[in-house]
C-alpha cells in the first residue's frame, strides 16, 4: 500500500482560515468545504489558534471577538441605514402610488438596490414585483407610461413653472398630440406640481428733486402694437452670501422680452445706462420709441436722460409711488423669482450672475411659452414681427 499523501498549508492560509471562524463567526464545517481543508484539521487550527499557538494569530480574547462582532454588526446596520435612506430620498414620491409605479421604480434601481430592501420599504412584495415583471402590459398601460415620461420630462424642461395649459400647448409645440384631460389629470395622479410662489414684493425709491419724463405709456399696454414702440425699465435685486446682486432690466411691452439687462454689486447710474445700452445695440429702434421707467433716482441721472436723447427716444416715468404704471417690467421680475432666484442659495454673486443670463437667455427669451403670446415665446414673436416687417 502506498502511503497516504499529506497535503501542506501555509502559515497565511491557516491564519485566514482561523480568522473566518474566530472572527466572522463562520462554522468550521462550512470553511473547512470552501477551503477543501479537512474538518479535522481545521478543527485543530483553530484550537491553536484560541491559544495563541498559530503563526499569525494572536491569544484568542473572548470579549475583544465580542466586540469585533458587535463593530462588524453596527458597520451593517449603518449601511442598510443609509441605504433604506437613498432609497426612500429617491422613491418617496412612489411611496403613495399603486404598486406599479412601485414596480417600475424597483425595476429601475434593481442594480443599485436588493430587491428585497425596496419591497420592504415601499410595501411590496418581491413576488409581486416578478409577477409585474413578466406580465405583459396592455395597450392602455403602455400609452400611460409614454405620456407620463413626455409630461415629466417636459415639466423638467420647463424648469417646473407651467400649469397643464401651458404645458399641454409645450407638448403641441414639441408635436406630442396629448389631451389636455390627460395631461391634467396625470399631473394630479402623479403630483407633479409647479415650484411654489412667493409674494412679490414691489419696491420705489424716488425720494429727490431731480427732473422726470411726463407719463406717456399711462398703463396703456395694450394699445402696444408692434415691437420697439414702447419699453419698461427697472431695477431689482437678488440675494447672496457676498451681499447683494444688483439687476437692471428693459423688456420689449409688446414681445415681452427682455431684450435689454446689466448686473451689478452696486445700484448706480452705470447700471441702468449699460441695460439700455444693451437693449439700443440688440434691437436698433426707430426714433419716437417710448422709453418708461419709474422715478428711481438712477433713471433721472444726467447720463440715463443724455443717452434718451440721444437715440431720439421718449423718456417717461410712472406717476411717484404708482408701480403698476411698470407692471409689465415687475412682472418679468416676479416670473424670474418665483421660477429661479426663491429656489437657490448663493454663495456668489458670479453664480448668481451666471445663472440669472441663463435664465434670460436661454429659457425666458427663447423658450418659454406665454398664453398672451399665443403660447409662443418672447424669441418667435420677435421673429414674427421681422418677417411682417
Request: charged content about 25%.
Amino acid at each position: 500500500m502506498s502511503k497516504k499523501e499529506h497535503r501542506s498549508y501555509s502559515a497565511e492560509l491557516k491564519a485566514s482560515a482561523v480568522k473566518l471562524v474566530l472572527e466572522e463567526l463562520k462554522s468550521i464545517t462550512q470553511v473547512a468545504e470552501d477551503l477543501s481543508i479537512p474538518v479535522q484539521t481545521l478543527h485543530s487550527w483553530v484550537n491553536k489558534g484560541r491559544q495563541g499557538a498559530l503563526s499569525g494569530i494572536s491569544t484568542y480574547n473572548p470579549d475583544v471577538v465580542a466586540l469585533q462582532t458587535e463593530l462588524r454588526q453596527l458597520k451593517k446596520q449603518l449601511a442598510l441605514a443609509e441605504m433604506e435612506r437613498d432609497i426612500f430620498k429617491k422613491g418617496g414620491r412612489v411611496l403613495c402610488e399603486r404598486q406599479p409605479a412601485k414596480y417600475a421604480f424597483m425595476s429601475y434601481y434593481h442594480e443599485s438596490y436588493p430587491l428585497s430592501v425596496m419591497a420592504r420599504l415601499l410595501g411590496v412584495s418581491v413576488t409581486g414585483y416578478y409577477d409585474w415583471l413578466h406580465r405583459q402590459p396592455s395597450k392602455r398601460q403602455q400609452q400611460h407610461e409614454a405620456a407620463l415620461t413626455l409630461i415629466t420630462a417636459a415639466h423638467e424642461a420647463t424648469r417646473e413653472s407651467y400649469g397643464s395649459v401651458r404645458l399641454h400647448q409645450y407638448l403641441l409645440n414639441q408635436g406630442h398630440t396629448l389631451s389636455l384631460h390627460c395631461v391634467r389629470s396625470l399631473r394630479e395622479r402623479h403630483d407633479i406640481r409647479c415650484k411654489r410662489h412667493k409674494r412679490f414684493k414691489v419696491t420705489t425709491h424716488s425720494n429727490h428733486q431731480k427732473p422726470v419724463y411726463d407719463n406717456h405709456l399711462k398703463q396703456q399696454f395694450e394699445q402696444v402694437k408692434q415691437a420697439n414702440q414702447a419699453w419698461v425699465s427697472d431695477i431689482t435685486y437678488v440675494l447672496t452670501e457676498e451681499g447683494w446682486l444688483y439687476v437692471a432690466g428693459v423688456k420689449d411691452v409688446y414681445t415681452k422680452e427682455l431684450v435689454g439687462y446689466c448686473q451689478s454689486s452696486r445700484m448706480t447710474t452705470d447700471i441702468v445706462v449699460q441695460a439700455l445700452q444693451m437693449a439700443i445695440k440688440r434691437r436698433k429702434p426707430s426714433k419716437g420709441l417710448i422709453v418708461h421707467s419709474d422715478r428711481g433716482s438712477q433713471y433721472c441721472s444726467l447720463a440715463y436722460r443724455q443717452l434718451i436723447e440721444k437715440h431720439e427716444c421718449v423718456g417717461s416715468m410712472s406717476a411717484k409711488g404708482n408701480c403698476y404704471d411698470n407692471a409689465p417690467i415687475e412682472s418679468f421680475w416676479a416670473t424670474l423669482k418665483n421660477e429661479l432666484v426663491y429656489h437657490q442659495h448663493y454663495q456668489t454673486r458670479a453664480e448668481a450672475m451666471s445663472d440669472i443670463q441663463s435664465f434670460i437667455e436661454i429659457f425666458y427669451n427663447r423658450m418659454r411659452i406665454q398664453a398672451k403670446l399665443g403660447f409662443r415665446s418672447p424669441a418667435q414673436v420677435f421673429e414674427g414681427c421681422k418677417m411682417v416687417a
